[in-house]
């Protein structure tokens, strides 16, 4: 009797051998084909939660396998380790950023070995090592350097209690208040760091060189929000200000029957009577505790008060008056609209709450809308009306100069000097700046004589002092440093001031995949040589949740990168048409996994008690049995709730392998020789090399669930046959060697140790992927489906590759095709070969 299967001896066994062995290290060789392989990196919270599991094994399968196809994979793995968590650990557990982070790193890495994930840990990127923001710190100069770095006023949550600002997670509930002291939260101006993103909107709105999700382009598109349109200044009538309005509906320019402007804009201070100021004060206070996304939620319910000044609308001098409302915005266009009640649902809304005029200036074809009677805004097509000399052009529903009526009016605003034809976004640059301390450190000083100045690269990094207070007392603690903050000007030797604030941890993540080229390397953030072979990502995986921001952020960074030279030199030697595409785009593809939900259905959280820990699981069925559960239990794009009883039978599955692989054939069978039936070897090769393909295709697409499924058809097929003679023929040898090559991706610990038993050479991982056979795979015979009237009445089976007459003979032949024609003469039989037929009557 063969010993059993016993996951955490094998484990634990091979886990050590391929480390000491470096199984997985991945250096350049030109000889090979490279496939640069990525899962996005954790945050080191602590521990592996299921999220980490679902994200990382799955994606260390398809890795597996390209390398088992004979490419060059490199799947690298490092840890997003500055951030709020660990600053707010430093605050409730009285331990320092640094002390908790790299001590949740060191317990990361034990449980991402003990997954048997393939990583090369000699590229292990951390970053808040001083090496990588180093090089954090060196992009900044470098974007500072090309004009894509600025600084200026903007707008932060803020706590009045706590004298803080506040990261978009500590401000909780529909009244936003502080996560600390339950303070509701304000808005303030702080001084702030920006990368000019919008320089780059109209390239990335071009996705034609990426394999991405359709579900993220849309959703990057929507963010960036290219809107074709007009600007336009109106004037108050008292003071002659102008007010710039961009609209992508000027021929509705007509309709305009009051203006709106943010709470934020600076000209309400100047314009509010004094008639009005505390209505109009008190209203900017209340808006200020409001985010962006509510105050631009459709369903909000609109507000606002009457400024108690008037513009002059430019294309008819009609006086307006001006209102202000917190549905507009300072992050859209320039934070004043025209509003054209009867064409817009929002400001119709608005006009209705408020008693203002509703004029109808496009006109449906065949109705008379009334403004005064309408029941909500008319958006749609139709011709110009109460619009002088544009009465009766067409309006269409095409976006800007597509549409006549838009067109005809973009003209005569710029041949009156009205306005001019123009283009908006909705993308705003990017805010970097955090008051934070667990961050890298901006390397910018300011001088009293030079101004901002850049930290020489010969200075860098700019260290993160590790003798820092955490108690709350509502300042950045890298301010309240006693010697920290003072410096001397890099240009004139004098007394200067370090910038305090640290930078978003997005920006250490959109460069870490180039840093995994060459961690270590104290001449640049990546090695030429090495991105001239692996560049650019070939394979991306990762979170929906991160389309509008990591996702967005690192294509950014790839082309601004590009526009400072950091890609000089890696043109030698590499193609131009490659060349061009690593210094466009930093990952040529991109798979999303979906979320691994509790057993209730809801999102695993502490609170809710449906978290399931995996070491746990590992600890009773070992990491393969996890592996295999999570790939076969949900479709990877989707996910779904987990089941404590399903990963039974992946246990099940498992322990039926090893006994097919270790356990002897029956003594009791004759002699193989004598009594092994040819057809039977052929069935069992035919299985073979139908999962061959099966499996090949499914891992191509990412369908684990689904190959996994194929392989447990070819063990049940194995099994009918382990107690016949086909058991002791070279047939079944080769099951077993192809049941395990096409196993080893997705429970490499296993497969790897069936593999020796069995005679196979050290290691399964460095093994060729298995080849069909489609010879041998081909079905000597396949069922028709027989339909008459489009209705089945039959199934038969024919042989494979049938001429059309004779699967129309045998179809008509059928007892119950004659039975449904009851002596009609079809008029026509359709043929769909190895699939159906169809018999019309």
């Known amino acids: ?154 707008p932060v949550d803020f706590c009045p209690h706590c004298n803080t600002t506040l990261a ?210 008319y958006p749609g097509a139709g011709v110009m009306v109460n619009s002088a000399q544009f009465n009766g052009t067409p309006a269409s529903e095409e976006k800007g100069r597509r549409n006549p009526a838009i067109s005809a009016v973009i003209d005569w605003l710029q041949s009156q000097g009205k306005g001019k034809e123009a283009i908006n976004y909705r993308l705003r640059d990017w805010l970097i700046s955090r008051q934070r301390y667990w961050g890298a450190p901006i390397p910018m000083v300011t001088c009293p004589d030079c101004g901002i100045v850049a930290v020489p690269e010969d200075q860098l990094p700019v260290l993160l002092p590790d003798d820092i207070e955490f108690m709350p007392t509502g300042e950045s603690p890298l301010k309240l440093h006693p010697t920290w903050r003072h410096t001397t000007c890099p240009q004139c030797g004098g007394p200067a001031e370090r910038e305090t604030d640290t930078m978003d941890t997005f920006m250490c993540s959109s460069w870490y995949q180039y840093r995994y080229l060459s961690p270590h390397d104290p001449d640049g953030p990546f090695d030429t040589a090495e991105g001239a072979y692996w560049l650019p990502v070939d394979q991306y995986t990762g979170g929906i949740e991160h ?60 609170s809710r008690g449906n978290v399931v820990d995996p070491d746990n699981l590992v600890a009773r069925y070992g990491a393969d049995v996890v592996r295999g559960y999570m790939m076969f239990a949900f479709k990877w794009d989707q996910g779904g709730p987990w089941d404590n009883q399903g990963i039974k039978g992946i246990v099940r599955f498992l322990n039926d392998v090893w006994a097919l692989c270790t356990e002897p054939v029956p003594a009791s069978l004759p002699d193989p020789a004598a009594t092994v039936n040819t057809r039977e070897e052929a069935l069992l090769r035919r299985r073979v090399h139908q999962t061959i393909i099966k499996v090949t ?76 056979d489609l010879e041998a795979a081909r079905e000597d015979m396949i069922t028709l489906v027989v339909q008459v009237n489009g209705k089945v009445r039959d199934r038969i089976d024919v042989p494979v590759g049938i001429s059309e007459a004779d699967a129309k003979a045998r179809a008509l032949a059928s007892a119950k095709v004659q039975e449904a024609l009851d002596e009609t003469a079809p008029k026509r039989v359709v043929v769909v070969p190895g699939k159906l037929v169809n018999i019309v009557v």
Request: proline share 5%.
């Open 1 to 154: 009797m063969a010993d059993t299967y016993n996951p955490q001896e094998i484990e634990a066994r091979w886990q050590q051998k391929w480390a000491d062995d470096n199984l997985y290290r991945s250096v350049v060789d030109p000889a090979q084909p490279k496939y640069y392989a990525l899962t996005m990196y954790p945050y080191p919270s602590g521990n592996l939660h299921m999220g980490h599991w679902y994200s990382m094994a799955p994606s260390d399968a398809r890795a597996r396998y390209m390398r088992m196809k004979g490419y060059n994979v490199l799947f690298p793995m490092g840890f997003d380790s500055f951030g709020l968590p660990a600053e707010n650990a430093a605050i409730q557990r009285r331990i320092h950023p640094k002390e908790w982070t790299y001590a949740n790193i060191e317990n990361m890495i034990r449980q991402i070995r003990s997954m048997g994930a393939m990583i090369d840990w000699e590229r292990m990127a951390i970053t808040s090592d001083p090496d990588y923001y180093r090089w954090t710190q060196w992009f900044f100069v470098k974007f500072f350097e090309q004009g894509l770095a600025y600084k200026k006023l903007s």
């Open 168 to 377: 978009r997670e500590q401000v909780w509930g529909d009244d936003r208040h502080c996560e600390r002291c339950g303070t509701p939260v304000i808005k303030k101006n702080l001084d702030q760091w920006f990368f000019r993103i919008t320089d780059y909107a109209d390239e990335l709105l071009d996705f034609s060189a990426i394999e991405w999700p359709e579900r993220v382009r849309v959703m990057q598109t929507n963010w960036i929000g290219r809107s074709e349109g007009a600007e336009v200044i109106f004037t108050t009538d008292k003071g002659g200000h102008e007010l710039l309005i961009f609209t992508t509906r000027p021929d509705t320019l007509w309709g305009a029957t009051f203006m709106v402007l943010a709470p934020e804009h600076p000209l309400v201070d100047v314009i509010t009577t004094g008639a009005q100021r505390a209505a109009v004060v008190a209203y900017q206070a209340e808006a200020a505790r409001a985010s962006d996304i509510e105050r631009g939620a459709a369903d909000r319910e609109k507000t606002g008060v009457f400024t108690g000044a008037y513009a002059i609308n430019p294309v008819n001098g009609e006086r307006v008056p001006i209102w202000v409302a917190d549905y507009v915005m300072m992050s859209y266009g320039s934070g004043a609209i025209m509003a054209v009640p009867a064409h817009d649902e929002r400001d119709f809304a608005f006009a209705r709450k408020y008693g203002l005029e509703v004029r109808v200036v496009i006109q449906p074809e065949g109705e008379a809308l009334d403004g005064a009677a309408m029941a909500e805004a």
């Open 547 to 606: 389309a509008t921001m990591h996702l967005l952020y690192t294509r950014f960074f790839t082309r601004a990168m590009r526009d400072c030279g950091v890609f000089a030199g890696l043109e030698a030697g590499v193609e131009p048409e490659r060349f061009a595409a690593m210094t466009r785009e930093p990952m040529t593809r991109l798979y999303n996994q979906g979320m691994i939900l509790g057993e209730d259905g809801e999102k695993m959280s502490k």
């Open 697 to 772: 295709n499914d891992l191509e697409n990412f369908n684990f669930n689904t190959a996994l499924a194929a392989l447990m058809e070819l063990k049940n097929t194995m099994q009918s046959f382990w107690r016949t003679p086909v058991a002791h023929s070279e047939a079944w040898n080769e099951a077993v060697r192809t049941l395990l090559l096409l196993l080893a991706p997705f429970t490499p610990f296993v497969a790897e140790e069936l593999w020796a038993r069995t005679g196979g050479g050290y290691s399964i991982h460095q093994q060729a992927w298995p080849q069909a």
